[in-house]
Each structure stands twice: as C-alpha cells, then as structure tokens.
C-alpha cells in the first residue's frame, strides 16, 4: 500500500514538473515570436530608400567626382540619362534597347540606336556599325563624346556614316545576335566593330554563368510561369532558419539541398575560366564567318577595363576597384590574358591603351570619360581608316 502511495506521489510531483516546463517552454516560444513581430514592425515602420532616393544619391555621388564637378553638362547628362536607363523596350532575341527619346544630350532613334553626331546616311554611304555594351552606348557622357560619335569625327572628308549599335548591359552574345538580325532584314553593313570584354566577365562573375545576360533574376521567373506573392502567413525568417535545423524536420521533409561550387570566386575552376574564354571568341570567330559569307569587314576590339591596368592604381582607382563585386577583379585578371594570347586576326588588344593616361578617364571599372572614350576611338580609328579608305578607293574604281 505505502509502495502504491509513493509510486503515485512520484508521478504526480512528474506531472507537475512537465507542466512547469512545457509552460516555461510556451512561454519562451510566444516571447520569442512577439519579439519577432515586433522587430518586424519596428523595421516595417523605418522609412525606406525609394528608387527616387537611390537615383538622387547615384547622381549625387557621379556629380561629386572630379571629372564631373568640372564639366557644365554633367546634371543635365545624368537627368536624362535616369530618364530612359533600364525602362526598355523589347527586341526578339536580343531582348532590349533603350526607348526612344529626344533630350539635349541624349538621343535615341525609333530603333532604340543612341546618335551618333554629324552623321548623314544614305543608301551609297559607307556604313560602319558599332557593337557593344554601355561603353560603347555612351554611358555618363553626351552624345557627342561617345566611341561612335568620336570615329564619325575622325573621318572627315568621306562617305562614310557611322551608326551605334551598342546597348547599356549587352554582352558580345547579344551584340551577335543584333549583327545578325540585321544581316537576316537586309540590313548589311561596309564595316562591323564589336567593342567587348567587360559585360561577358562581369555576368560570368554575376551569375556563375558564362554568356549569361542582364535581367536573369526577372526574366527567368517570368518564363516559368512563377510570381511573388506573399501570403501573410509565412514564418519569420530566424523561426523558418531554427525548425530547418532540427533533426526532427530533417527526417520529416529531408536534407537540404548541399550548396554547389561557387564558380564566380576564386580559385576559378578551369572549365568555367574556359567556358567564359570560348564564349567570346567564338562570338567574334561567328562574327568574322558572317563578314566573310556576306560580303562586309569585321573587327573586334577588346575593351580597356581598369582591373588588368598594368599599373598602380590612383587613390580614385582603387575606390572603384574596391566597390567592385567580390572575385570579379580576379576574373578580369583571369580571363583577359587569355582572350589576349589568343591568335585572331581581326581582334585587335586594346586593353592598355589608357595606362599611361594622364587625364581622368575612369567614371568606374569599366565605363569612361570623354577623354577615355576620345583615346579609344582614336586607337580604333588607326586600325580602321586604313580599311575604310581602301574600301572607297576600290568602289570608286
């Protein structure tokens, strides 16, 4: 009997000290929830950068650099820049071009083709297309003072009209595929220029992919049919983190997913170095073929970019180096020597060009000044005229 009493006893001193702590564990649960709620609210109720206020403070800190505190046209340029950049209009396969618009420093045809200054077109000019990213679009400077714009000045005196193909965030796939669609309508050019090299490094790096474009993270859900939607139901992050942690919802729902190599740092794996090497050659190798078949000259040139400048970088310099993305230095490093050693007749290195420059030419790692942009148009104008001259001679036969 006394055995029983105390078998009891101890069950019931049992019992109470489960409640006691399945109260003390409700109760951190429920404090740590409200204080999750309440970290939200608080972050909820902080005002937030609208994209109104991150285009004042990108201009903002493009006025203040020392190339543009002394240039009159610098507000007016980035005003009307933000005016049209990354609100596009859809082309098939190449996917955008800037919309047309008529400012005063920035114009941009029904083609979505940025001006070119003082050329004059016809159906007997001869006719030079430019290919390229935002470098060659003209990103940060007028019209005037574009790569396109600059070799349309640097011949004088001939038939010739130069149109500029190049758009802000295309690649050397892209400029392809314009060159083509062109070819496809008709539309054949005297002379092509592919100025590459930063954007296939930079979406490399950006995406783990080579030859992967801009607007992957909104296209890609788009074509799978997916949107974001919020439910107002989902568990707060930190709790969603704790449950995926414990053994218990490993063995209900099973192990993540391992995280897979990281191609866009180093140590690079030599398949990806070679995927982002063979991308871009055999754009232009395609792009030589396609010059050859249909009757027209071919050049690439390999653009100037600040991570392979072969000498110690200014105080500015090294900012700019320092706000690029992390491993995307060490992949231009990587990646240019290659496209440097390899043996094309109709690619033209000119990513040193601007080493020994003495005025400012960088506005970033990759995009340029008037006077970068002057300095590369005259490089490429060294290995054009000739061809350009000869071409008129022999038409004019």
């Not at 496809?184 to 092509?192: F, M, T």
Request: net charge negative.
């Amino acid at each position: 009997m006394m055995e029983r009493a105390s078998l009891s006893g101890a069950a019931q001193r049992l019992s109470r000290a489960y409640g006691v702590v399945a109260l003390l564990l409700l109760n951190t649960l429920v404090l740590a929830l409200l204080a999750e709620l309440a970290a939200g609210l608080i972050l909820a109720a902080r005002p937030r950068p609208t994209l109104a206020d991150e285009i004042a403070a990108f201009k903002a800190k493009m006025l203040a650099q020392e190339y543009y505190a002394g240039q009159d046209w610098a507000r007016l340029y980035w005003d009307e820049h933000f005016q049209i950049v990354d609100a596009w209009q859809y082309t098939p396969y190449a996917l955008w071009r800037t919309r047309p618009y008529t400012g005063t420093l920035i114009q941009v045809d029904e083609q979505g083709r940025r001006q070119t200054v003082n050329a004059m077109c016809s159906p007997d000019t001869y006719r030079i297309f430019t290919f390229g990213g935002s470098t060659m679009w003209g990103y940060g400077v007028p019209d005037a003072f574009t790569i396109a714009s600059y070799v349309q000045q640097g011949l004088p005196g001939r038939n010739v009209c130069v149109v500029n193909y190049g758009e802000v965030g295309y690649n050397s796939t892209q400029g392809l595929i314009t060159l083509l669609r062109l070819v496809q309508q008709g539309d054949r050019p005297d002379l092509a220029i592919f100025y590459d090299g930063s954007n296939d490094i930079t979406l490399a790096n950006r995406t783990g992919q080579a030859g992967a474009h801009f607007y992957l993270e909104q296209i890609a859900p788009a074509l799978r049919g997916e949107a974001v939607r919020d439910s107002g139901v989902a568990a707060p992050a930190a709790l969603r983190s704790l449950l995926g942690g414990t053994a218990l919802y490993r063995l209900l729902v099973g192990e993540a997913p391992a995280p897979g190599p990281n191609w866009t740092q180093p140590p690079f794996d030599p398949a990806f170095l070679d995927a982002v090497t063979a991308t871009y050659l055999v754009n232009i190798d395609t792009a030589a073929q396609l010059a050859a078949q249909h009757g027209f000259r071919f050049v690439a040139f390999l653009q100037p970019v600040l991570p392979v400048v072969a000498r110690p970088y200014s105080d500015l310099e090294q900012r700019f180096i320092w706000e690029t993305p992390g491993g995307l230095v060490d992949l231009f490093q990587a990646v240019y020597p290659r496209w440097q050693a390899a043996q094309r007749p109709y690619l033209v290195d000119l990513a040193h060009i601007l080493d020994g420059a003495t005025l400012p030419v960088w506005i970033d790692f990759n995009h340029l000044t008037a006077w970068g942009n002057l300095t590369a148009a005259n490089d490429i104008l060294n290995v054009i005229r000739p061809l350009v001259d000869d071409d008129l001679a022999t038409d004019g036969d």
